[in-house]
């Protein structure tokens, strides 16, 4: 086997060289690895999340299992004069130690090799990396300097030959501001680049499948939650929320390869999974019908149209008939026994004259407004309150958007002390337009 260079701190003249052959594995800031950073075996600064590195995929950010592609890396630091790199792939389902198909060296102009994971970090052989030790990483590798003045290499990389679900490399590129010498004052940029399984069938969305995410009505608004409804819709299943890494730059314009417009803007991708998408609607004041459609991996679906209003108010429920309320303590208010196998004062009906909180959606503007694009900040009051009534007798109403949700309204509503015991209907207006019931829906449990 032949053992990688470790890297070392001793600032010896003839260490002037050693990083030209390439770093030990794991030094791609990948979940479980450092970089030439932190390791000791350059100083500088790190950059992460960076945008000076490319990697360009024949089809975009998809695969096809088993389908060979011929990838460029590309750097570009205008600080550098040479540059050395290392990446890894890696399943999103095992991000630490789930080797993505298999790399190949294929540059001859720059040339690079693909190690095996420590504790040998051996040169891969023919037959692949062993089972122990199944992780690859390829970098550059050079016997004298300049490694690669243009940040340009190319290389193979060959999927898992079955649907894995999403791939991510993991790419740490050391811009150096000199060509000769590789140790100091170094950039060292890293990224990542998701791949997405591809299906090879169009999404599509079905009859009728574009709804207010709290009613279930055809009627949707501005900054408010919207859900499509179809199939191949997305890859990623089961289904996944937003984490709180999608969120580090603002609201996402795609989750996961799935995308959707609304009028032809983008519109921010809350929920995926192949049968619901849920987004927040953006901007807009173009009311009316519009066109609404979803594109996954480059496949674009069906146009489904859609009433966008001004306003589109609705409440969201627990179960469709009782509103999703709490008490002023945070607690949740139902009859008791609403969601079985909870303990008996799970939920509890609330009493004549207390103020409960409702929580809806597509409610309308408030003052200042809400910032397009990112989770609400700070509490957003109502332009103009909600007019509510309760068991058909008006009850006071305040509220706006809360934070540090997204396109979340909040509702305090002060039961009229008057009201009876028993499941009480919630109705009322937002803008001049009524909230959406019906017979089974939108009740308040009150025990006096």
């Not at 979940?31 to 089809?59: Q, V, W």
């Not at 290499?153 to 490399?169: K, L, R, S």
């Not at 995410?213 to 501005?222: F, K, L, N, R």
């Not at 927040?280 to 996954?296: L, N, R």
Request: aromatic share 8%.
């Amino acid at each position: 086997m032949i053992l990688r260079t470790l890297c070392f701190l001793f600032l010896l003249p003839a260490l002037a060289l050693a990083y030209a052959t390439g770093p030990e594995p794991r030094r791609t800031g990948a979940p479980g690895d450092r970089t030439c950073l932190d390791s000791g075996c350059h100083s500088g600064t790190l950059i992460p999340n960076s945008s000076a590195i490319t990697l360009t995929f024949p089809n975009g950010f998809t695969y096809t299992p088993g389908a060979t592609q011929h990838v460029t890396l590309t750097a570009s630091d205008p600080t550098a004069l040479d540059y050395g790199f290392q990446l890894t792939a890696r399943l999103n389902s095992d991000p630490q130690n789930g080797q993505a198909g298999d790399l190949t060296a294929t540059d001859s102009v720059h040339p690079t090799l693909v190690l095996c994971d420590l504790p040998d970090g051996f040169i891969k052989p023919a037959s692949g990396c062993p089972a122990s030790e199944p992780v690859q990483f390829l970098e550059h590798t050079a016997f004298a300097l300049p490694v690669n003045p243009t940040g340009v290499w190319h290389f193979d990389w060959t999927p898992p030959a079955t649907n894995a679900g999403n791939v991510t490399f993991y790419v740490a590129v050391n811009a150096s501001p000199t060509t000769a010498d590789t140790q100091f004052g170094k950039h060292i940029h890293t990224a990542g680049f998701t791949l997405v399984p591809q299906t090879g069938q169009a999404p599509s969305i079905g009859t009728g499948g574009v709804l207010n995410t709290a009613s279930g009505t055809p009627a949707i608004g501005p900054n408010a939650y919207v859900s499509i409804y179809g199939s191949n819709l997305s890859t990623t299943s089961p289904g996944r929320t937003w984490s709180a890494a999608d969120l580090a730059y603002g609201l996402p314009l795609a989750l996961d390869g799935t995308s959707v417009t609304i009028d032809g803007k983008a519109a921010y991708v809350e929920y995926v999974s192949p049968g619901q998408v849920n987004v927040i609607a953006p901007p807009d004041t173009a009311f009316g019908t519009v066109p609404v459609q979803v594109t996954v991996n480059g496949q674009a679906s069906n146009i489904a149209m859609v009433m966008l209003q001004a306003v589109a108010p609705a409440f969201f429920t627990f179960n469709g008939k009782y509103l999703a309320a709490t008490h002023a303590d945070g607690t949740l208010i139902g009859p008791v026994g609403l969601f079985p196998g909870t303990p008996p004062n799970f939920t509890t009906p609330a009493k004549a004259g207390e103020t409960i909180v409702l929580y809806g959606n597509g409610f309308g503007p408030t003052n200042p407004a809400a910032p397009a694009g990112q989770p609400t900040p700070v509490f957003l009051p109502f332009v103009t309150n909600p007019v509510i009534t309760v068991g058909g007798v008006p009850a006071a109403a305040v509220g706006g958007l809360i934070a540090p949700y997204a396109a979340l309204y909040q509702i305090n509503v002060t039961l009229p002390a008057s009201a009876p015991s028993g499941d009480l209907p919630v109705a009322g207006t937002a803008g001049g337009v009524s909230l959406p019931g019906s017979s089974g829906c939108c009740f308040v449990t009150v025990q006096n």
